[in-house]
């Protein structure tokens, strides 16, 4: 059994008790809300609900409340490490195969959930037949559920301390690179006596599912600040553009898939967005020339990227005020924690040199649920071998250059995709674009790359190559370029390499004396 729980005194209910009509989250769809007091004393009502149907400290409690539905989302988790349980958010755009594998695994007592799957599929139909389940229970009525408004109690104090420690959440990892995996996340205590909060209700905005790593940062994060979330269950790169016009939010967090579509947008560049005093990104490595392009229009707002990882938490982030200096790093390691560069052997390197990325820190230590061999794999004597590539400069400030496992050998050169996908998002009509290793009998690997152009683009993929010949080696410019209509993604939103399908596809001749052979 997890030890899970709550450590009695938390924030929210500070904060509840301080400003108790201010407004916490926002639904930018339909502009419902819900304010601390609410959002409070909910949680309370939910979590006497839970334990009253005999959900017990340390068991599992799944939620798979769809982005439709954010503010239920919030109240559910609050509510269930209030009851003493384990979390276990769940991405409801997976299909109900994927879900079943997970929830398989995870074992819950209880699931909250909506009415459907986005696919529409009963969550009856979904959990049939799961050993040890107890509860399902759905934010509207669905045959064979348990209507949430049934689960609310009237008494909305705390429930008490219910469990042994602080609380805990079972994150599952995306499955870019395989079968998704738990990991055990445990959450720092609490301090008995927070530091007051001066509410100014300014907004932050943000459109990523909380049940994501870079998402569940943010349930707390606005309100530690003073500020009301604002929350955009769709983004669409037009209608965020939109937004930031019209509602002029203090702060926005995007990941990097959305920072390359709001680029893209034909609005961008006309948009009043000086209203934005901070743009925060994180989720995944960003192109350099992204971040260019941010920048250029962006000039009054302080553009921040992050580094984080589920099986540790948040890494690094842009110190404030760096003014482009180390346009393109993740920025430097957050107070307490440290990052270290290792070769193959696993020996430190030094400034400028690549390697794999190791993590140490001193927050609660993280591992992957059921997982014994894997756990001993990824945390080896006090560090978290990330899997990720990069180097360290000389100001101390960390960039991402890619995956270990991504790693193209081609000929016996190694090849980082990051690299060559950087090199294609400087070309200005290249809106997404994604670098792998395919098979070749003589080299053993050769450059494939697919791209997703501008809506009436006319660049062909021999453009394509000879704008990347002028600016890598001639070994890492692809020799296959596919441009496709769009890129396959996994239900997180991250690019599912294995997945790759041909889509519209281009020849690319010689270009120069170097430049890649026929795509094909």
Not at 238 to 246: A, C, D, K, L, Y
Not at 303 to 332: M, Q
Request: charged share 20%; net charge negative.
């Amino acid at each position: 059994m997890i030890a899970g729980g709550w450590a009695g005194t938390d924030e929210l209910a500070s904060l509840a008790a301080a400003h108790p009509e201010a407004v916490a989250w926002v639904d930018l769809a339909d502009g419902s809300e819900v304010t601390l007091q609410d959002w409070d004393g909910r949680a309370n009502r939910l979590a006497r609900g839970l334990t009253g149907r005999g959900v017990a400290p340390g068991e599992r409690v799944a939620i798979a409340i769809g982005a439709a539905e954010p503010l239920a989302w919030l109240v559910a988790y609050t509510a269930t490490h209030r009851a003493g349980a384990v979390a276990v958010p769940l991405n409801t755009r997976l299909a109900a195969p994927e879900l079943q594998a997970i929830l398989g695994h995870a074992e819950p007592s209880a699931i909250l959930a909506s009415a459907v799957t986005d696919s529409g599929v009963p969550w009856t139909e979904v959990a049939g037949g799961l050993p040890g389940l107890r509860l399902l229970a759905t934010t509207a009525p669905a045959a064979g559920t348990v209507e949430w408004s049934e689960l609310l109690q009237h008494d909305s104090s705390p429930p008490g301390p219910a469990g042994a420690g602080p609380p805990t959440d079972v994150v599952y990892t995306s499955g870019t690179t395989g079968a998704p995996k738990g990991v055990v996340v445990t959450h720092p205590p609490l301090e008995r006596s927070p530091r007051p909060v001066a509410w100014n209700g300014l907004g932050f905005m943000s459109s990523s599912p909380f049940s994501t790593t870079s998402g569940a940062l943010l349930v707390y994060g606005p309100m530690r600040s003073g500020m009301t979330g604002w929350y955009l269950p769709r983004f669409d790169a037009g209608e965020w553009i939109s937004v930031v016009e019209r509602r002029r939010p203090a702060v926005a967090f995007v990941v990097p898939a959305m920072a390359q579509l709001i680029v893209a947008h034909p609005r961008f560049v006309r948009a009043d967005l000086s209203g934005l005093a901070a743009l925060t990104i994180g989720g995944a490595p960003i192109a350099p020339a992204t971040l260019e392009r941010l920048g250029a229009h962006l000039t009054r707002t302080d553009i921040l990227v992050g580094y984080g990882l589920t099986e540790f938490g948040a890494v690094t982030r842009s110190p404030s005020g760096d003014a482009g200096r180390h346009l393109g790093s993740v920025g430097r390691p957050l107070p307490g924690v440290e990052v270290r560069i290792v070769d193959r052997d696993g020996n430190a390197v030094g400034p400028g040199v690549e390697g794999e990325i190791t993590v140490a820190g001193d927050g609660p230590g993280r591992c992957y649920f059921k997982e014994d061999t894997a756990t001993a794999d990824t945390w080896r004597h006090g560090w978290l071998y990330s899997g990720d590539l990069g180097r360290l400069d000389d100001d101390g400030f960390l960039w991402i250059t890619g995956r270990t496992k991504d790693l193209i050998i081609r000929g016996g050169h190694n090849i980082a995709p990051g690299e060559v996908e950087n090199a294609l998002f400087a070309h200005p009509d290249v809106v997404e674009a994604v670098v792998a290793g395919i098979p070749h009998d003589v080299l053993g690997e050769d450059v494939g790359a697919w791209v997703v152009l501008r809506a009436g683009s006319e660049t062909t993929a021999a453009d394509l190559g000879a704008f990347l010949a002028a600016r890598l080696a001639d070994y890492k410019v692809p020799r296959r370029l596919r441009i496709v209509d769009e890129l396959p993604r996994n239900a997180s939103g991250k690019v599912a390499k294995h997945q790759l399908v041909p889509g519209r596809e281009s020849s690319m001749g010689p270009v120069g004396g170097n430049g890649p052979g026929r795509g094909g």
